[in-house]
T-cell receptor
Framework: DVKVTQSSRYLVKRTGEKVFLECVQD?????MFWYRQDPGLGLRLIYF???????EKGDIPEGYSVSREKKERFSLILESASTNQTSMYLC??????????????FGPGTRLTVL | AQKVTQAQTEISVVEKEDVTLDCVYE???????LFWYKQPPSGELVFLIR????DEQNEISGRYSWNFQKSTSSFNFTITASQVVDSAVYFC??????????WGAGTKLIIKP
């Protein structure tokens, strides 16, 4: 079974802090994704990566950056956290990018609160 | 533009009732894929099914069934004899031309004992 793990289930940070959210997958998937989920807005894609050191902006990249130094690890970085970044953050991975039938496998999520 | 609409924000039924979750999609692509995911209260999204645009056969898996109709651009999900453990938020999604997932807003399903 694919396993996607995220470093924290719950995180509380202060405005202006730099925040790192870590995601690791153990199935040698090429693609990794970061979403945020907010009530009534569904899932919105922040960034994705289809290879090591490669990254692509999603729908809402502003205020975020990512890092993928190793295939299994994809980090989401909030350079200066703000209260409007309080949300549930979900990491996902999938096998190949250019194949339409790629189902994505998700981690348990990190609920981030920025005070 | 591609779009997925789940018009039912929340549905509440009593255990053992059948319930159908609606999903309507828009796309100009002739080849596309549709997905359903379940998000239980624990938060982790669980993949349920994938369907490609050339396969309109209905799918049944235990108490779950899916009805794909291209004529109405719908991919509806039915739970038969619902159980409390089915309580979750269910998402429908569609691949776009870049193979990214376009997500519906989700339907919260509450099964009362």
């Amino acid at each position: 079974d694919v396993k996607v793990t995220q470093s924290s289930r719950y995180l509380v940070k202060r405005t202006g802090e730099k925040v790192f959210l870590e995601c690791v997958q153990d199935m040698d998937h090429e693609n990794m994704f970061w979403y945020r989920q907010d009530p009534g807005l569904g899932l919105r894609l922040i960034y994705f990566s289809y290879d090591v050191k490669m990254k692509e902006k999603g729908d809402i990249p502003e205020g975020y950056s990512v890092s993928r130094e190793k295939k299994e690890r994809f980090s989401l970085i909030l350079e200066s956290a703000s209260t409007n970044q309080t949300s549930m953050y979900l990491c996902a991975s999938s096998l190949f990018m250019r194949v339409g039938h790629n189902e994505q496998f998700f981690g348990p999520g990190t609920r981030l609160t920025v005070l | 533009a591609q779009k997925v609409t789940q018009a039912q924000t929340e549905i509440s039924v009593v255990e053992k009732e059948d319930v159908t979750l609606d999903c309507v999609y828009e796309t100009r692509d002739t080849t596309y894929y549709l997905f359903w995911y379940k998000q239980p209260p624990s938060g982790e999204l669980v993949f349920l099914i994938r369907r490609n645009s050339f396969d309109e056969q209905n799918e049944i898996s235990g108490r779950y069934s899916w009805n794909f109709q291209k004529s109405t651009s719908s991919f509806n999900f039915t739970i038969t004899a619902s159980q409390v453990v089915d309580s979750a938020v269910y998402f429908c999604a569609l691949t776009d031309s870049n193979y990214q997932l376009i997500w519906g807003a989700g339907t919260k399903l509450i099964i009362k004992p």
